[in-house]
């Protein structure tokens, strides 16, 4: 059975649930609701399994806070001896307007510090990562301050159909590959 590595980037605890900097943890809760799958605290993060057409997914949201995700996606890579082209990692971009998605096979952190620290730990910028866009409604100098902070009601509105978006995603990643699935789901 063919396995992928799905990362959906976060931060633990309560004062982070539901902001912008965890969609990634959203997303990946949205789909193991769909599919009724149980998270395990496992080394380095919370870990389920879904299987779809012939393909298992391990779903993983780092305990290791943002700026040390690469640790725990390095481990899992090794542990389940995931090849890096299957790995698929879903994070909050600041640079796209809130719910645009893109999907891409490569490239910088974009001065992220999540995606900074996995391209350290992996020593490659050669994954495929998920960008939701979040947008810049933020006055200077308060960038922490508003990915840290909750959706606003304008955008909550739009929040689930763009997370079950990125669940379609995930499984054309799989099925698919990452060129069809960009055609298909890039600028939608």
Not at 11 to 33: D, K, M, P, Q, S
Not at 95 to 106: I, M, S
Not at 164 to 181: D, N, Q
Request: one cysteine or more.
């Amino acid at each position: 059975m063919k396995k992928f590595l799905i990362a959906g980037l976060g931060n633990i605890g309560a004062e982070y649930e539901f902001t912008r900097h965890n969609v990634g943890f959203e997303v990946l809760n949205l789909l193991a609701h769909q599919y009724e799958l149980q998270y395990e605290t496992k080394r380095l993060g919370d870990v389920a399994v879904y299987k779809f057409k012939g393909r298992q997914f391990i779903l993983l949201k780092p305990n290791t806070y943002m700026n040390l995700s690469g640790k725990a996606i390095k481990y899992w890579l090794t542990k389940e001896n995931i090849p890096i082209e299957n790995l698929l990692v879903i994070t909050d971009d600041l640079n796209l307007n809130f719910g645009t998605l893109r999907l891409k096979g490569k490239g910088s952190d974009g001065g992220h510090n999540g995606l900074k620290n996995i391209q350290l730990s992996l020593n490659t910028q050669k994954y495929a990562r998920l960008r939701f866009g979040v947008g810049d409604e933020f006055s200077k100098g308060q960038q922490v301050n508003y990915v840290l902070g909750k959706w606003s009601e304008d955008e909550q509105k739009n929040l689930n159909e763009r997370l079950e978006k990125c669940v379609e995603i995930i499984k054309s990643f799989g099925t698919a590959g990452l060129a069809l699935t960009m055609n298909q789901f890039n600028g939608k």
